[in-house]
Each structure stands twice: as C-alpha cells, then as structure tokens.
C-alpha cells in the first residue's frame, strides 16, 4: 500500500488491530492477552466470542473477572456475523454482537438464542462522507456508492436512512466492505460514503477527513445483545454461569459510566485507538449503554429489521424473532426502551 493512496499507517494500525482476528477465526496463541488465553478457575468452562477491545477488555477493566468461579476462554472475531457462525457451530457459548447480526443468523436458522441487551445512543452509528464532499443529505446518496459491512448494524443503520430518506438499497451502490477495507476505499475516494459504527466513527472524524452526513439517532433502536448457543441454554451448569456473566458485564457498564476516562485509556492500550478517539467513542456511545430486558418491546423492534431485510431481499425469508430469544435472565432488568445515559451533549 502507498501511503499518498491510502491512510497514512498510523490510522491504519488502529483498524487493523481492532480486526485483529482476520476472517473471523478465533485467536488462541496463548500468551493472557485479550482474546488469548483463560480466565477464572474451577472444572465448568464458558466459551466466549469477543471482538477486540470488547467483553473481555471491559470485564478486566473493571475488575469484574477478579474471583470468577469458572474459566472462560477467549475467542476473538472481526465482527458479529462469523461470531455468531461459531456459535450456531457449538464452538461458542456465548458472545455480544449489535442488533442486526442475529437477524442474519436467524433467517439462515442458526442455532442461536438472544439472552440479554442493553441500550446505548445511536450517535455513533453514521454515514459518513468527507469534508469536502458536496452531498448534504441522505437523498443525495441516490445514484452514489456506500461501504457498509453486510450484515452489520450499520447496514440496518444505512437502509433505515435511506427509507426515511425516500431511497432503498437499489437507489445506491453497496460495497460490502469490513471496516478496515472500508476505510481504505473511503480515504482514497473509491466510495462516496462509509456506513459504520463507533468507535470506527469516532476515529474517521479525528483522523480520516471525514464529516457525519447522518446518524441513526431516532431510526435505530440502539440494542446490542449477548447471544448463546441454545445447547449452552441447556446446559444447567452453563446456564448459571451465562447468568453471573451477564449480571458481571452490567455491572461492568455500570462502572464505564462512572470512569469514562479510565475505561477509555484501558480500551485505547487494548485496541491501538488514540485516547482522544476512544474518549469521544465512550462519550458519543460506548459509555451511555444501559442494561435492558430482552422484553416484548425489544423483539418487537428487531422484527422490525428482519421485515425491512427480507422486503428488500437481503434475507431468504421473513421469520418470528421472537423465537430466537430466551428471556429467563430478564430478572428485574428495566424495560428494553429505557433511554440511555448520556454525558450532555454528543461529541
């Protein structure tokens, strides 16, 4: 690559690094490090699908995998749709993933079960153009070509856009791109726009000359969702261990909202990100989710996504969501709709 081509290298790294499990393949060399090695003790092992910079990161940061009473081992992927692959496979028991990689994996009839979700702001879900770019609008994209990562919740994030904005998938040129492909295409021009999420957001608009053109604020329902093989469901020992793993990662959130500089700091040394970028990430963002119930109202809001998806092809065939979700560790969480913190105005 020929840096007057592409971004200059030290924008690159970040990217790579936070794909760092290249086609989705697990990385298992050993070592601690995030997606690396084994955490806890005793003789029950959770399988967990992360993606860099993510559960585990934010688990260690917080303190939350101090005194575990099981082990987890690690697996890292580049994205929710191969994570979710190895969870349909049995090699995962569980993993967190945006709201419309279960719908993708759902149509396909993957063994899968929704078990918990969380609300965050939706401001860092984005189209994004350059700053010189002359489009204005989301109608302007007709005719133009975009990268989004198939499947993604940026893909759901773009085709809500383009509704509202009276536009369809047919009206624009997808390039189905994972976000360090996308960025490449996006800085050397070969894309008019780049649908993408935070903190790939965050980071374009410090590093990439790039402006939002618009956000999924108000069309999105901003859920993400933990996501376990039904055989791990079943399991009874499984099944109290995904219930204190979830109860670990709300309280893990918890504590981000607190200590947003402190988990901003940890998630930069973990996934390259500078700490300016992963500061406006955590704010815009990462910062603001909530614990929710997988409750009627979320399901609802996913079926939305399946509908919009098969209407326009991009699934086989339409389905009831409601049958992928298993809702027993709901507890006293707040209903799905409960809005999400906020530190005051969106970075």
Known sequence: MRARHLAPAALLLPFTLLLAACGGSSRAEGGGGTGSGTDGKGSLTLNVGDQKGGSEALLRAAGELDGLPYKIKWSTFTSGPPLLEAVNAGAVDVGAVGNTPPVFAAAAKSKI??????????????????????????????????????????????????????????????????????????????????????????????????????????????????????????????????????????????????????????????????????????????????????????????????????ALKLIPRSFDFGEFVDPRFNGDLPPSGTAPRTYGKAH
């Open 113 to 310: 079960k929704v078990i918990a979700g969380s609300h965050s702001r939706s401001d860092g879900e984005t189209i994004l153009v350059k700053k010189d770019s002359p489009l204005q609008r989301p109608a302007q994209l007709k005719g133009k070509s975009v990268a989004v990562a198939q499947g993604s919740s940026a893909h759901y994030q773009l085709v809500a856009s383009l509704k509202k904005a009276g536009l369809t998938t047919k009206d624009v040129t997808l390039n189905y791109l994972q976000p360090a492909d996308a960025l490449a295409a996006f800085t050397r021009g070969k894309v008019d726009a780049w649908a993408v999420w935070d903190p790939y957001t965050s980071q374009a608009l410090d590093q990439a000359d790039a402006r939002v053109l618009t956000t999924g604020q108000g069309l999105v329902n901003g859920l993400s969702f933990q996501v376990a093989a039904p055989a791990a469901l079943d399991d009874q020992k499984k099944s109290a261990a995904l219930k204190d793993y979830t109860d670990r990662l709300r309280r893990a959130q918890n504590w981000v909202f607190k200590h947003p500089d402190v988990w901003a700091k940890a998630w930069a040394k973990e996934t390259g990100l500078p700490d300016e970028v992963a500061l406006d990430a955590v704010r815009r963002t990462r910062g603001t989710a909530v614990a929710v119930a997988v409750d009627k109202a979320a399901v609802a809001s996913e079926q939305q996504i399946v509908d919009s998806f098969a």
